[in-house]
């Protein structure tokens, strides 16, 4: 908290790929550009954001685009992709900015992400009401 006691909103990294994070950016949020994938979201889990954005690239086989936000949720950490017919795969500022969600774990709808809303008004909000854990 800030001296006067007024909340602080978690920082925002747009990044192209999660792997740009580090320690350092524990408890923000990251929009990346990154698919949701087992090998992506293990950089989240590192770095420990409050939450993590990335692209369901099409999803594919096996789920595989999305499959890293059940690996998250074991470790208690919120994560979400928006559509990749919604934003371009590997441009964070697109996800950011055109992106609408489309899959959440059950931390990042306990955080208010719902499917179907633009990621940029769920960070938005997220950043208006969210002091740093």
Same mark, same amino acid.
């Given at each position: ?37 087992l090998?992506? /979201? %293990?950089?989240?889990? +590192?770095?420990?954001? $409050? ?6 690239a ?5 789920d &595989? ?20 017919t919604? /934003? %371009?795969?590997?441009? +964070?500022q697109?996800? $950011? ?9 059950a931390?990042?709808? &306990?955080?208010g ?21």
């Open positions: 908290m800030n001296p006067d006691s007024s909340p602080v909103a978690p920082t925002l990294r747009v990044v192209h790929s999660i792997t740009e994070l580090n320690v350092l950016d524990a408890g923000c949020i990251a929009v990346s550009g990154s698919h949701g994938g090998s992506a /979201a %293990r950089y989240a889990v +590192a770095a420990r954001p $409050l939450l993590s954005v990335f692209n369901d099409g999803i594919g086989k096996d &595989a685009g999305i499959a890293g936000l059940a690996l998250l949720q074991l470790h208690q950490l919120a994560a979400c992709t928006v559509s990749h919604s /934003a %371009r795969i590997g441009d +964070a697109s996800t $950011l900015e055109d992106g609408v969600i489309q899959h959440v774990n931390a990042a709808r &306990a955080l992400a719902v499917p179907g809303e633009p990621c940029s008004d769920f960070v938005q909000r997220l950043r208006s009401v969210r002091a740093p854990t």
